[in-house]
């Protein structure tokens, strides 16, 4: 059943342009989105999204899409602060609860927590028969198919499209797209599927790579606007698997600690494709590089021609429109991650002392 994959995780990854290709024909329409007529996002004060582990990264680039294409406040937190926190929450708001499991323990915590606190609750899960989906108010789904490896890949990228919908929607109901923005957004999901194929052509070059990096004590991750969750990301994929300490920065954030790290044994691997912020992580990259730490830079083909030039290696993505491009980089962060690991001999599919479902607190 991992159909000539040598691991479920290796099997994930690569159907991501399938399954993120079936997930757009359910949630695109010509024109617009598809989603239940009861979502209205337009009288809302406040959107709150609560998950655990790489779903509650999927929030944290949720984030930066609601508040920029929706001019929605949003707030994210982690299921087992949230829950124990009990935060005040404005009437006119929704709560949004993203799980593949739909079991997850403090998410169904933090669910009933908001039930008749708020207006809506949703959840944005991957088995539609799950706790969290037959409790929330509203359930959608991301069409991922059935996930076994433990460390989440195509959950992921089917949970941020599904919110990159919602944050679309969002944007229309609340008047802050106009007809030609939003075209130029959909325009960007439906090319995603193509441009993950050729994300997953680097696999080699990454398998390459991965013989130094599973040398490495830590390895750090930098992004910036909506590519610093995925840093976050990509350094939790990369420790659950590969058991290399991994931690994900804010690039701007590099200057305020973490460049204390930095000598010739830390790879530092860079998310940055060549949009508005591309300048500010490529200085970033240089006080890395001036410190003669090991830059490993992913971007496009323009910021490969601008910025490569001193890295230890750089990968080469195509190019996709912002916001979205989360989408599309966590092909490679990913990779690393599974190369990383197999390069060290850790078992992917079942990483030590982790479960795939996490039913207990
Ligand atoms: C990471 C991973 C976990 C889960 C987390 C939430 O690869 O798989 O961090 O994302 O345990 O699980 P769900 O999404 O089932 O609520």
């Excluded at 009437?91 to 008749?116: H, I, M, N, P, W």
């Excluded at 966590?330 to 060290?344: D, E, G, M, S, V």
Aim: aromatic fraction near 6%; charged fraction near 20%.
């Amino acid at each position: 059943e991992k159909a000539g994959y040598k691991h479920f995780m290796a099997k994930e990854i690569a159907e991501q342009p399938v399954v993120l290709g079936d997930a757009l024909r359910h949630y695109l329409r010509p024109e617009g989105v598809n989603l239940p007529a009861e979502l209205d996002f337009s009288g809302l004060e406040r959107l709150t999204l609560v998950a655990c582990g790489t779903a509650f990264y999927a929030c944290s680039v949720a984030k930066y899409w609601f508040e920029q294409l929706a001019g929605l406040p949003c707030e994210i937190d982690v299921a087992s602060e949230f829950r124990y926190r009990e935060p005040p929450l404005p009437a006119k708001s929704y709560a949004v609860f993203v799980s593949q499991s739909g079991e997850t323990a403090d998410t169904l915590a933090a669910l009933r927590y908001c039930t008749e606190k708020v207006q809506k609750t949703i959840a944005v899960v991957n088995v539609p028969t799950s706790s969290i989906a037959r409790e929330a108010d509203l359930a959608l789904p991301i069409l991922a198919g059935v996930e076994v490896g433990v460390a989440s890949t195509k959950a992921f990228t089917c949970q941020l499209l599904a919110l990159a919908v919602m944050a679309l929607k969002a944007g229309i109901d609340r008047g802050h797209l106009s007809p030609d923005q939003l075209a130029g957004h959909l325009e960007t999901l439906r090319a995603l599927p193509g441009l993950m194929n050729a994300a997953l052509s680097t696999s080699d070059e990454i398998a390459k790579l991965a013989g130094q990096l599973a040398e490495a004590q830590d390895i750090l991750f930098l992004g910036r606007g909506p590519m610093y969750p995925l840093a976050l990301e990509g350094a939790l994929k990369l420790k659950e698997i590969s058991y290399i300490h991994a931690e994900g920065y804010a690039s701007g954030e590099l200057k305020h600690g973490p460049i204390a790290l930095i000598d010739r044994m830390v790879p530092v691997i860079v998310l940055a494709p060549h949009d508005r912020l591309f300048d500010k992580t490529v200085s970033n990259m240089q006080e890395v590089m001036a410190r003669h730490g090991k830059v490993l830079l992913i971007t496009d083909g323009k910021g490969i021609a601008t910025a490569a030039e001193g890295t230890w290696a750089s990968l080469r993505l195509p190019e996709v429109a912002e916001p979205f491009a989360p989408i599309l980089y966590a092909l490679p962060a990913q990779l690393l991650a599974y190369h990383t690991a197999i390069a060290k001999g850790t078992d992917v599919d079942q990483p030590r002392n982790l479960a795939k479902s996490v039913t207990v607190e």
